[in-house]
């Protein structure tokens, strides 16, 4: 009805339609704003309602302001969680783009035999669900009845244990580079894909070598790929749960209930019945991202537009 | 927005993660209601009677063949046995399904030192409603004491968990060590055997709240007390100090398998003798015989060591009770189903297949005692066991929110295992991580 009725009330009364506010377009847009506001703003809304709130065993639940924000902020456990993330988003991040790009350009260049092979076997991890692979990684990593172990003894090795303190967040950057090697090294060739050869053959014209090529070319046509590549991996690390929660069952000394902000909240609100607190350190570490990726992409930009 | 399938799917799994405890959270607060009218034993009977399905949360393995026993005796009703995890696996689900008001079971096993907890947040029935006042007597003391809670009777208990030293014959018989008396004598025998066999520890360890704690109660230490909203923690006291210096000799050497009890590796050690001893409940043999059938004859039962030579000092571990959650759907045929596992026939059931009871009839009974373990080479366990129960330390507590405390034990404790720090000094950051979180929720923490 609303859909066939605009068109009508057009014909007749042009002047008024103009000059009166008119609804229709809110008819189209309502629905999708109905959708919108109740997936994605009501939640968070929620969120930052229930983190003004303190439930307790004794004494139930009190509104206590930016209690919990305070509490956040002076949280050494939030802290070190954030810290021990970080830390990997500075290490596993560089090392995972920079293998993509190396095997994107490897089988952008038309020169690797069997590429379809490699390009379906590098992405092939990430089809893997994340628990099946860390699963797998976590069997192998066992130094009593996994392959660390079996090499040990076979070899008369004494590796050292992947699943010990010092190596958790290394075997877990591992695991990760492993699961989504593939994945950004599709983002890279795709965007590789959509250069005019055109430019290849008028650089070989010139004498440029491949080298000459990759860093006058090819790098510079993909930084748009680059940053969003970037990007993404930024929030990954920040989000990082899947892992090290099942690896917890193998290690349980190692990875505590607050390995990684993301095993924090989840800890506070299962095992703590802390909800209030857990959605405040949900917020903050949500903010947190925000801040960490715009900041990236700012830099990016500023760059771009310098050179 | 998103331009790629991982970035979207990763919004999408944040935002229900938000949900989720946003859902979970207003469902929490809803529930205040207090203890229903009677029920009396005929409308049980009814229930019972009429028929209908109830869904059973539990890990104890011989309750499969009580709901066998059970669905015959009542053939309209249906029990669905679910397995959710043991221990705190399962507190953690059942938590999740209270403060989410669905896909709560009809009846859930609840060890002895988590009930206080589901109690106190009013999770589950005060069974006085059924009239459990006729059982008085029926149980033992020590776990008819554990589930009563504030004048409520909040479980029935299943079974008990007396310790005792468990150990493979054949390892020990093999490089000639002498089966320890005291917690010394536990520690050179460690020494000896992991000398002798490289690959065999005297037992497993990676820390195990339950485990520390029933080991500081053989040792006398009285590290939690409380006093309705006054909780007491003092994790430095003679007991647990005891207990801290000479377990740390074994973590020093390097001499307990750095392997997580109920694993696969765990079976398997216990199987090929890695894994030497278990200083364990009364309930583990028919963990031993469903999990361990290849190491049937080997094993044997010896009381636990003592802190002091020719003492008789013996601890709880573990133990449940079965409770019905607030939340189920058909109280009175869960309550039927209660009594029925825990003090009708399905006590004798239990026992035949290798549960330790917590009931004074068959405790004492001679048939009990008399018993034979094929699996121990026909030794008479029962015996062990029942001395143990009688000597139980007596005045342990555990606190009102143990579940929790335990859920951060290899926060703090675990850093004993894999860092230089010493156990004493993990025992005192858990007493703080626990009194933090104990004032956090509204109790008074001296």
């Known amino acids: 009805m609303t859909a066939l009725a605009p068109p009508t009330i057009g014909r007749g009364r042009p002047v008024r339609a103009r000059r009166g506010r008119s609804w229709t377009g809110w008819a189209f847009v309502g629905p999708f704003m109905a959708v919108f506001a109740f997936v994605f703003l009501a939640p968070i809304a929620y969120a930052i309602w229930l983190s003004l709130f303190r439930t307790r065993l004794i004494g139930g639940t009190s509104f206590v302001g930016l209690e919990n924000y305070r509490q956040v902020f002076t949280d050494p456990k939030f802290w070190e969680a954030t810290g021990r993330v970080s830390l990997f988003l500075a290490v596993q991040v560089p090392v995972m783009l920079f293998l993509a790009l190396l095997v994107a350009l490897a089988i952008d260049s038309g020169r690797l035999y069997g590429r379809a092979f490699f390009r379906v076997t590098v992405f092939m991890p990430y089809a893997v669900p994340a628990v099946v692979a860390t699963l797998m990684w976590g069997f192998m990593y066992g130094n009593r009845f996994g392959l660390v172990g079996n090499l040990n003894e076979a070899f008369g090795l004494s590796l050292p244990d992947p699943l010990s303190p010092d190596l958790m967040l290394a075997s877990i950057g591992n695991i990760v580079t492993w699961e989504f090697v593939g994945y950004n090294m599709l983002i890279f060739y795709s965007a590789l894909q959509t250069i005019p050869r055109s430019l290849y053959e008028a650089a070989e014209i010139d004498g440029a070598g491949q080298l000459h090529v990759i860093r006058s070319i090819k790098l510079p046509a993909i930084r748009g790929a680059l940053l969003i590549a970037t990007i993404f991996s930024i929030i990954g690390s920040f989000q990082l749960f899947n892992e090290p929660n099942i690896l917890q069952s193998l290690a349980p000394n190692v990875i505590t209930t607050y390995y990684t902000p993301n095993m924090y909240a989840y800890s506070l609100s299962f095992s703590g019945q802390q909800y209030d607190y857990s959605a405040t350190v949900a917020i903050v570490m949500g903010v947190l991202t925000m801040i960490v990726a715009y900041a990236v992409q700012l830099r990016a930009n500023r760059k771009e537009r310098r050179s | ?331 009175a045929l869960a309550y039927g189903f209660l009594k029925y596992a825990t003090a009708g026939d399905g006590v004798k059931i239990r026992i035949d297949n290798g549960a330790f009871p917590a009931t004074n009839a068959e405790l004492k009974s001679d048939a009990f005692l008399n018993k034979e373990f094929p699996y121990f080479g026909g030794q008479k366990a029962n015996e062990i066991f029942a001395k143990s129960a009688a000597a139980v330390v007596p005045g342990w507590s555990y606190l009102p929110f143990q579940v929790y405390a335990n859920s951060i034990f290899n926060d703090t404790v675990g850093q004993a295992y894999v860092s230089d720090k010493k156990l004493a000094d993990t025992l005192k950051s858990w007493q703080d991580a626990s009194a933090k979180y104990g004032k956090e929720q509204g109790f008074t923490v001296g």
């Not at chain 2, 000896?192 to 500081?216: Q, R």
Request: with cysteine; glycine share 12%.
């Open chain 2, 1 to 331: 927005m998103f331009t790629n399938r991982r970035a979207f799917l990763r919004a999408a799994a944040a935002l229900t993660a938000v949900v989720t405890t946003a859902a979970l959270a207003a469902c929490g607060s809803g529930d205040d209601g207090e203890t229903g009218t009677p029920v009396s034993a005929d409308q049980v009977q009814a229930a019972l009677d009429a028929g209908g399905s109830i869904t059973v949360w539990a890990w104890e393995p011989t309750l499969k063949q009580v709901v066998t026993a059970f669905e015959a005796k009542y053939p309209k009703v249906k029990v669905n046995l679910v397995n959710a995890g043991t221990g705190n696996d399962q507190y953690t689900a059942l938590q999740n399904a209270v403060a989410a008001g669905s896909g709560v079971p009809d009846v859930a096993q609840i060890e002895y030192y988590a009930l206080p907890q589901f109690a106190l947040g009013k999770s589950l029935t005060d069974l006085t409603a059924f009239g459990t006042g006729e059982l008085d007597g029926t149980f033992t003391p020590g776990p008819w004491s554990s589930v009563k809670s504030g004048g409520g009777v909040y479980g029935l208990p299943m079974d008990s968990g007396p310790m005792a030293l468990f150990y493979n014959k054949d390892v020990f018989d093999k490089h000639q060590i002498a089966v320890p008396t005291t917690w010394d004598e536990y520690v050179a025998a460690a020494k000896k055997l992991h000398a002798a066999d490289p690959k065999a520890y005297i037992t497993n360890d990676t820390g195990d709240a339950g485990f520390t704690t029933s080991l500081i109660w053989q040792a006398g230490g009285k590290p939690f007390s409380v006093d309705g909203t006054n909780v007491k923690i003092n994790l430095g006291d003679e007991g647990s100090s005891k207990f801290a210096s000479t377990w740390q000799q074994l973590l020093d050497g390097k001499l307990v398998a750095p392997v997580g009890s109920w694993s696969d590796g765990w079976y398997k050690g216990l199987g090929d003798g890695t894994i030497a001893t278990l200083v364990i409940g009364a309930w583990m043999p028919a963990n031993l015989e469903s999990g361990v059938p290849a190491a049937k004859g080997k094993w044997r039962v010896a009381p636990m060591p003592q802190w002091t030579a020719g003492a008789n000092a013996a601890a709880e571990n573990g133990g449940s009770s079965l409770a019905i959650p607030k939340a189920g759907a058909n109280n």
